[in-house]
Nanobody, 124 residues
Framework: EVQFVESGGGLVQAGGSLRLSCVAS????????IGWFRQAPGKAPEGVSC????????HYANSVKGRFTISSDNAKNTVYLHMNNLKPEDSAVYFC?????????????????RGQGTQVTVSS
């Protein structure tokens, strides 16, 4: 059974940092595409970042470039999202999922096995 479990969210002041974790099970983690997405209340899900765990290819949404970094620890089946200089507009539920294709943050509908998510709230 494929499962993703996210953690690491919380309440932080603007300018602060958080590190989110996404632990995967039931996937071939050494050859996976894992994406981070976020969804604010009343809004559609938005692609944040993705990584190909075999070749390290990464992509970021323009809104987070230079502030967020995605990484993977294949020994722990875990993908991290390091978030720096957080802004109130980053507030959302963040979740991870996998896609049976190349790394892309735009093909959200093709990602599967979305986790339950972790709440990130940035106060001004």
């Amino acid at each position: 059974e494929v499962q993703f479990v996210e953690s690491g969210g919380g309440l932080v002041q603007a300018g602060g940092s958080l590190r989110l974790s996404c632990v995967a099970s039931g996937v071939d983690f050494d050859e996976a595409v894992i994406g981070w997405f976020r969804q604010a209340p009343g809004k559609a899900p938005e692609g944040v970042s993705c990584i190909s765990t075999d070749d390290g290819i990464r992509h970021y949404a323009n809104s987070v470039k230079g502030r967020f970094t995605i990484s993977s620890d294949n020994a722990k089946n875990t993908v991290y999202l390091h978030m720096n200089n957080l802004k109130p507009e980053d507030s959302a539920v963040y979740f991870c999922a996998t896609r049976l294709s190349y790394c892309s943050i735009f093909n959200i509908a093709e990602y599967q096995y979305r986790g339950q998510g972790t709440q990130v709230t940035v106060s001004s």
